[in-house]
C-alpha cells in the first residue's frame, strides 16, 4: 500500500498541469480579492477581512488539490493500469486506501503551505499577526 501511496503522490506532483489548476483558482480568488473586493467592501478591521479570505482559500485548495489528486484513480481506469493492480497479489483494500489516502495527502500538504504562504502575506503587510 505504501508504494502505491508513493506511486500516486509522485504521479499528482509530476503533473504539472493538474498542479497548475489546482493551484490557479487560490490564485484566482486573491488577485479577485485584491484587485476588487478588497476595496469595494467595508470589512471593518483587517482581522475580519483577512479572516475571511483565508478561510476561503483554504477551503478551495483542500478542495481543488483532492479533485485534482483524484485524477489519477480516473487516469488509471481509463488506461487499464487499475486491472494490472487487481491482478498483483496486492490486497484490493490496501489498492483503494491507497487511491483515497493519496488525494487526501495531497490536499493536507496544498492546504498547509497555502496557509503558510498566506501567514506570510499577512505578516509582510504587518495588518496583524495570526494566533
Known sequence: MI????RNMKLYFR???????SVLSI???VLLFLLF???MVDWGTAEIRDGWLMAGL???AAITTSIGAFDIVISDKLN???????ASPV?????????????????VLMTT????GFGIYIVATGEFCLT
Open 3 to 6: 508504494t502505491l501511496l508513493k
Open 15 to 21: 503533473d504539472k498541469a493538474a498542479l497548475f489548476f
Open 27 to 29: 490564485l484566482i480568488i
Open 37 to 39: 473586493l478588497g476595496q
Open 58 to 60: 483554504l477551503a478551495t
Open 80 to 86: 487499464k493500469t487499475a486491472k494490472g493492480f487487481y
Open 91 to 107: 490486497k484490493r483494500s490496501h489498492i483503494t486506501a491507497a487511491y483515497i489516502l493519496s488525494p487526501f495527502i495531497a490536499g
Open 113 to 116: 503551505l497555502t496557509a503558510i
